[in-house]
């Protein structure tokens, strides 16, 4: 089975203060999805997914099928914060959404074939998309998924501190761990966290997660059974998240699957605070110019 491209595109971006998903950067007006799902497809990806939330969902379609019309097969899944909460009460006060696992498993009774995902707001590059499309094509499979790995010094951000997901992997490139950290950004040459846990120092050429994962439909079962556990202890505080990482530690270390860390020469950019966007309007019209990218991606 082709393997789908599911596109995160549901949150509350509380830190831009915009909807920064539908946003254009390319010199074409494109959004960093554009780049994105034009990368997807050129690598074999035939479907794509994105997860959004409901009362933008008109705007959102407004702005990506025109270009996408004939190129790819689009569907769409909603995050709602009743999704798989039954048996729970949602605490009244609660608007944040579930968080990145939780997104994932809202597309449960859509995507029946191996898939990738990916942030909206994240620009990836094409290395990564061709090589999460050879993993989902020849080596997935219900006990095996992958991580695209990103170097931590290229996915800092000049305006503010970030979260990572920082990942250890073995000597066959087995992921070992993976631990959400955050308030992370460079500080006079070291890369330091504020989160209370330790080392307080990452190494510069740490591994990190940038949410780009392979998994076979078998995640959506065990994030489910994950997602129940995770509300019990929970449900009550209304800032609390159910990431990605928290299902894929505890795969590799309660279900003893394997996931593989696969590195990417991609140049990894994104836009966590509003300052980030002349960057990355300047760096894609960098790749623009050198040959990487058309001017206009679906003319």
Not at 38 to 64: H, N, P, S, T
Not at 112 to 122: G, K, L, Q, R, S
Not at 136 to 141: G, S
Not at 198 to 221: A, G, R, T
């Amino acid at each position: 089975m082709e393997p789908t491209l599911l596109i995160l595109a549901a949150g509350m971006a509380s830190r831009y203060g915009s909807m920064k998903q539908i946003q254009s950067f390319g010199p074409g007006g494109e959004t960093i999805m554009d780049y994105s799902i034009y990368d997807a497809i050129r690598a074999g990806f035939k479907k794509v997914v994105f997860i959004i939330r409901k009362e933008f969902a008109d705007d959102f379609k407004a702005i990506v099928e025109p270009p996408l019309k004939g190129k790819v097969e689009i569907d769409y899944v909603y995050q709602d914060l009743k999704s798989f909460t039954e048996g729970f009460d949602v605490p009244a006060d609660r608007t944040k959404p579930w968080g990145t696992a939780h997104a994932v498993l809202c597309a449960k009774n859509t995507i029946n074939e191996p898939f990738a995902v990916i942030n909206a707001d994240d620009f990836y590059g094409r290395d990564a998309f061709e090589k999460a499309y050879k993993f989902l094509t020849k080596d997935v499979n219900d006990n095996t998924y992958s991580i695209i790995g990103y170097e931590l010094l290229k996915t800092l951000s000049d305006n503010g501190t970030v979260n990572r997901g920082v990942c250890v992997a073995n000597s066959n490139g087995n992921l070992v761990s993976i631990a959400e950290r955050i308030n992370i950004s460079k500080v006079d040459g070291k890369i330091l966290t504020d989160d209370n846990q330790l080392p307080k120092e990452l190494p510069l050429d740490s591994q990190v997660s940038m949410n780009f994962w392979c998994f076979s439909p078998s995640i959506f079962p065990y994030s489910e059974k994950l997602f129940k556990e995770f509300l019990k202890a929970n449900i009550s505080n209304i800032k609390s998240e159910f990431f990605i990482p928290i299902v894929g530690d505890k795969f590799i270390n309660e279900a003893n699957g394997t996931i593989k860390v696969i590195p990417t020469s991609a140049q990894w950019f994104g836009v966590t605070y509003k300052e980030d966007a002349p960057e990355v309007k300047a760096s894609l019209e960098q790749l623009v110019n050198a040959g990487e990218y058309p001017a206009k991606l679906w003319k």
